[in-house]
C-alpha cells in the first residue's frame, strides 16, 4: 500500500459518516493515529466474535460482510454495532485501508472531550436512519427491497466515482449477495434482476452488473 498523505487520510476520514459531525481538527488528529493496511482477496479482516477494538476505513477494493445463521445460512450485513463483531468481513478483492486502533482513540475523547459530543450526534442520527430503514424495510415487497439495495451501492459507487461515471455505473455483487442483503431468496432477487434487465436498466455480468439508468431503478423503490 502507498503511503497515504495526511490530507487524504483526513479527506478519507470526513467521507466516514459516522464522522460527518467532526470538524477539521477533529479529523487532523484522528488521522495521526491512522495506521494503514492492506488484504487481498479471501482474507479476513475481522471474524464474528471478535473483539470491536479497531475500526477499519475501505480506501480502495471491495470486501463483504457476512454472518452464519444458526441454521447454517450466511446472510451479508450492512452494519455492526455489538461490543463483539456481529459478523465477518473478507476481502473480495485487493483491498486498502485505513485502521484507528480503539485505545488510541478512546486515549484521543478523553484528551479532547469535544469529540465525544460529536460522535454521540453523528451516531444518534445514524441510529434514527437505521431505525427508519427498517421500518421501511419491514412495509417492502421484495422487488423494492432489491431495487432499494442495488439503488444504494449504485448511489454509492457513483459518489466514490465523483459522478464521472459516463451514465453506467458499475456494481459488483452477485445475485446470492444482493439477495442477502435485500432478506430474500436468490430465486426472488434473480426474477427480479431479469426483469430489471429486460426493462434496459440494468445489464448483468459474473459477479458484477452494470446499471444503466439510475432514476428508472429509483422507480422501482417505494
Known amino acids: 500500500m502507498a503511503v497515504m498523505r495526511s490530507a487524504d487520510v483526513v479527506e478519507l ?3 466516514v459518516p459516522v464522522f460527518s459531525t467532526l470538524v477539521q481538527g477533529d479529523l487532523e488528529r484522528i488521522s495521526q493515529l491512522a495506521v494503514p493496511r492492506h488484504f ?17 476505513i475501505v480506501r480502495s477494493g471491495l470486501t463483504r460482510a457476512i454472518r452464519e445463521h444458526g441454521d447454517g ?3 451479508t450485513l450492512a452494519m455492526f454495532e455489538d461490543e463483539r463483531r456481529s459478523a465477518t468481513v473478507e476481502a473480495t478483492e485487493p483491498t486498502d485501508v485505513v485502521a484507528v486502533l480503539g485505545p488510541d482513540m478512546r486515549r484521543l475523547m478523553v484528551e479532547h ?6 460522535l454521540v450526534i453523528a451516531l444518534g442520527r445514524r441510529l434514527r436512519e437505521s431505525n427508519e430503514r427498517l ?9 423494492s427491497r432489491v431495487a432499494t439495495i442495488l439503488n444504494e451501492l449504485a448511489s454509492h459507487e457513483l459518489a466514490a466515482s465523483e459522478g464521472h461515471s459516463g ?8 445475485q446470492a449477495e444482493l439477495a442477502q442483503l435485500a432478506g430474500s431468496s436468490r430465486e426472488s432477487a434473480s426474477r427480479f434482476l431479469a426483469v430489471l434487465e429486460r426493462a434496459g436498466v440494468i ?12 432514476d428508472a431503478l429509483k422507480q422501482y423503490v417505494f
Request: one cysteine or more; aromatic letters at 6%; charged letters at 25%.
Open 203 to 214: 445489464s448483468q455480468g459474473r459477479g458484477r452488473l452494470t446499471v444503466h439508468d439510475l
Open 40 to 56: 487481498e482477496p479471501g482474507q479476513v479482516v475481522f471474524r464474528e466474535g471478535d473483539s470491536s477494538d479497531t475500526c477499519y
Open 113 to 118: 472531550p469535544e469529540i465525544s459530543t460529536r
Open 13 to 15: 476520514l470526513g467521507r
Open 73 to 75: 445460512r450466511v446472510i
Open 167 to 174: 451514465g453506467d455505473v458499475l456494481v459488483t455483487a452477485t
Open 135 to 143: 421500518t421501511r424495510q419491514s412495509f417492502q415487497t421484495v422487488q
